[in-house]
């Protein structure tokens, strides 16, 4: 049953929106808010587009931001954390302060207003890479301290193996250490961190197109899609339900697949 589900989670928000990468914004003036059937398992929007083709696009589109976040996170993470146990004492003493600070700031007003910063900031590019560079770089910018002190506490434990010592006292930098031992050791706690932090940062992704400064139309995510079934919530639930139910499928399956995957217990 696990099996058929995880299939079904691939089928449904990787393979089929990447075969139908036009069918979802298709405009249709004879199937105009049509009622659930067979051909159209959540019925047509106001424009008579296929409203669950659309959310399984938006649950795929969400998906490809949340990626592309938690990776921009871990890179920042990986790097303050290594620069962290650096040899100088600014280093060491002012990166854990400064990312402490950044812990203190509830997350969703930081990554709200970054996300105003970047859009004002690059408000004369096309509106879709413009809005990939806001959603990634809010998300990333402000997610990354837990990662900086899982990597510094791990370099830490590292640093008191054998092999390690024998490295620095043969004349190895940190920079060569980083290189060679701690990114090698580190690749699979941060594989599993990053699939551990991926739904949170799914449900940030929709949280920005919610608000209205993530994606905006015709572009969509699970996030703008459950705004726009929010305003039609009386007359017509299904445009509401359908992408907030994807939306709880995609973070829980996310969740399950890292309790089957994961090899390595991470404590943040």
């Not at 370099?155 to 004349?171: A, C, D, P, W, Y």
């Not at 940190?174 to 699979?188: D, E, N, R």
């Amino acid at each position: 049953m696990k099996k058929i589900n995880y299939f079904f989670f691939i089928i449904c928000f990787i393979v089929y929106p990447l075969i139908n990468l036009s069918r979802w914004n298709q405009v249709d003036i004879h199937l105009i808010s049509m009622t659930p059937s067979f051909s159209y398992w959540s019925g047509t929007d106001s424009l008579g587009r296929d409203y669950f083709l659309r959310c399984i696009q938006g649950g795929f589109i969400s998906l490809i931001l949340g990626i592309c976040s938690v990776t921009l996170a871990h890179v920042i993470g990986f790097l303050v954390g290594s620069l962290s146990q650096f040899r100088s004492f600014y280093l060491k003493f002012w990166l854990p302060r400064f990312s402490d600070i950044l812990d203190i700031i509830p997350n969703y007003l930081l990554v709200s207003l970054l996300a105003i910063f970047w859009n004002l900031l690059f408000k004369n590019i096309d509106p879709v890479l413009r809005t990939l560079i806001s959603t990634t770089f809010s998300i990333g910018l402000v997610n990354w301290m837990s990662i900086s002190r899982l990597v510094r506490a791990e370099i830490t434990n590292l640093r008191q193996k054998e092999f390690i010592s024998v490295t620095s006292s043969m004349g190895a930098s940190h920079w060569h250490l980083v290189k060679t031992h701690y990114f090698g050791y580190l690749s699979q706690i941060l594989t599993i961190s990053m699939v551990q932090h991926l739904p949170q940062f799914i449900l940030t992704e929709s949280f920005l197109s919610y608000i209205g400064i993530g994606l905006t139309p015709p572009y969509l995510s699970l996030g703008s899609l459950i705004a726009e079934g929010w305003r039609l919530v009386t007359t017509s639930p299904l445009l509401f339900f359908t992408p907030s139910l994807l939306l709880v499928y995609l973070s829980l399956n996310l969740r399950w697949i890292l309790t089957k995957s994961k090899t390595v217990k991470i404590s943040i």
